[in-house]
């Protein structure tokens, strides 16, 4: 069974301050997704990666195939920042496994 | 830019009664997907959709859950008989294969109450 565990669970942080969100699973995957969630519910796709690194903006996402781990990062973070970041696997499979597993996701709050 | 609907946002209803959920995916897409997230707790998988079957679905998707495409745009998840337990934020997502790429668009939710 895939277990997608994310650190840490809540990140209080102050503005400007370079952001790290992890995340490890446990079996094989072939993709990996970032994903935002903001107080209202919504959620809004980020990155999905199957290797290497991905770069939008302030955001920044990394996957170590290997280690079976991610990063995400946030360079001179800002409140509007503030949401839950969720990481979320696409199981690897040769059929039509598609639905993805996500993780608890990482409360964050960017104060000013 | 092309985004996925659901209506309504907020559903309130009773145990026992039945309930659709709707959903607009992206026009293109061919792959619709539904999740689900009770309050403080992770998203969950319920079932993905294809070629107008069940492509997979998850132990939560017993038989009080049926999906349906009941013409080219709308895509509908039925709770038969609602139970307290199913008060959740119910997603819908869509993807293009031909993209080549398994990103998955989600849609803003539909907040379900079961009282």
């Known amino acids: 069974k895939n277990e997608v565990e994310q650190s840490p669970q809540n990140l209080t942080a102050q503005e400007g301050e370079f952001i790290t969100i992890n995340c490890s699973y446990s079996v094989g995957i072939s993709a990996l997704h970032w994903l935002q969630q903001h107080p209202g519910g919504g959620i809004v796709s980020l990155f999905m990666?199957?290797?290497g690194k991905k770069k939008h903006g302030r955001l920044i996402a990394t996957i170590n195939i290997q280690e079976k781990h991610s990063s995400l990062h946030i360079t001179a973070s800002h409140p509007r920042d503030s949401a839950v970041y969720i990481c979320a696997v696409r199981l690897y499979s040769g059929g039509g496994a598609d639905g993805l597993t996500f993780g608890k996701g990482t409360h964050l709050i960017i104060q000013p | 830019e092309p985004e996925v609907t659901q209506t309504p946002s907020h559903q309130v209803t009773q145990m026992g009664q039945e309930v659709i959920l709707r959903c607009v995916p992206i026009s293109n897409h061919l792959y619709f997907y539904w999740y689900r997230q009770i309050l403080g707790q992770k998203v969950e998988f319920l079932v993905s959709f294809y070629n107008n079957e069940i492509s997979e679905k998850s132990e939560i998707f017993d038989d009080q859950f049926s999906v349906e495409r009941p013409d080219g745009s709308n895509f509908t998840l039925k709770i038969r008989s609602t139970k307290l337990e199913d008060s959740a934020m119910y997603f819908c997502?869509?993807?293009?294969?031909?993209?080549?790429?398994?990103?998955?668009?989600f849609g803003p939710g539909t907040r379900l109450t079961v009282t």
């Open positions: 997502a869509s993807r293009d294969p031909r993209q080549g790429s398994y990103e998955q668009y």
């Open positions: 990666l199957s290797s």
